[in-house]
T-cell receptor, first 115, second 109 residues
Framework: ETGVTQTPRHLVMGMTNKKSLKCEQH?????MYWYKQSAKKPLELMFVYNFKEQTENNSVPSRFSPECPNSSHLFLHLHTLQPEDSALYLCASSQHRESGANVLTFGAGSRLTVL | GQNIDQPTEMTATEGAIVQINCTYQ??????LFWYQQHAGEAPTFLSY??LDGLEEKGRFSSFLSRSKGYSYLLLKELQMKDSASYLC??????????WGAGTKLIIKP
């Protein structure tokens, strides 16, 4: 399978639940990203991993916890979320982190609803 | 602060031409990207401009003027499948991508 695959595509959870989002890429890319997409707002970068090392955490609340066990897999662990965390969570990968022509390949996203 | 502006929504007719504008104010510049995102799908890369001028790729063209902080995406011979959101993003001097909120393009028959 090629491209970036995200599971699950849809997730509904209560504020006290613990769940995880999974992302997998088979493109041989070295950088992986988590973005939050809310309606009519710019994409918000949450976390960046470059060669499996976390290089950025853009002031994301601790209720979101990323994990990158290897260069092909990325997880976003969720716990005690708030209703305002409801959004589309996009995973992306790219060949290199610091490069001008840094084209991102995105997954289709995980639509999260927090009740 | 850093900012990308693009229209929220545009409507065009099948077969026509539409131009989606993007203006930016960023700390440095390492290129400008356009992505297409159909509803419920992944954003997909359309174009990358780092030098001034027009880049043409089939029915789609992208223009950049660095001195004006301005770009546009030109779509010709519009098809119904071009109905999507178009995202403009600029890479700043720290290789951070600054995103616009996207332009929803509606194509009418």
């Amino acid at each position: 399978e090629t491209g970036v695959t995200q599971t699950p595509r849809h997730l509904v959870m209560g504020m006290t639940n613990k769940k995880s989002l999974k992302c997998e890429q088979h493109l041989g890319h070295n950088a992986m990203y988590w973005y939050k997409q809310s309606a009519k707002k710019p994409l918000e970068l949450m976390f960046v991993y470059n060669f499996k090392e976390q290089t950025e955490n853009n002031s994301v609340p601790s209720r979101f916890s990323p994990e990158c066990p290897n260069s092909s897999h990325l997880f976003l662990h969720l716990h005690t979320l708030q209703p305002e965390d409801s959004a589309l969570y996009l995973c992306a990968s790219s060949q290199h982190r610091e490069s001008g022509a840094n084209v991102l390949t995105f997954g289709a996203g995980s639509r999260l609803t927090v009740l | 602060g850093q900012n990308i502006d693009q229209p929220t929504e545009m409507t065009a007719t099948e077969g026509a031409i539409v131009q989606i504008n993007c203006t930016y104010q960023t700390s440095g510049f390492n290129g400008l990207f356009w992505y297409q995102q159909h509803a419920g799908e992944a954003p997909t890369f359309l174009s990358y401009n780092v030098l001034d001028g027009l880049e043409e790729k089939g029915r789609f063209s992208s223009f950049l003027s660095r001195s004006k902080g301005y770009s546009y995406l030109l779509l010709k011979e519009l098809q119904m499948k071009d109905s999507a959101s178009y995202l403009c993003a600029v890479m700043d001097s720290n290789y951070q991508l600054i995103w616009g909120a996207g332009t929803k393009l509606i194509i009418k028959p």
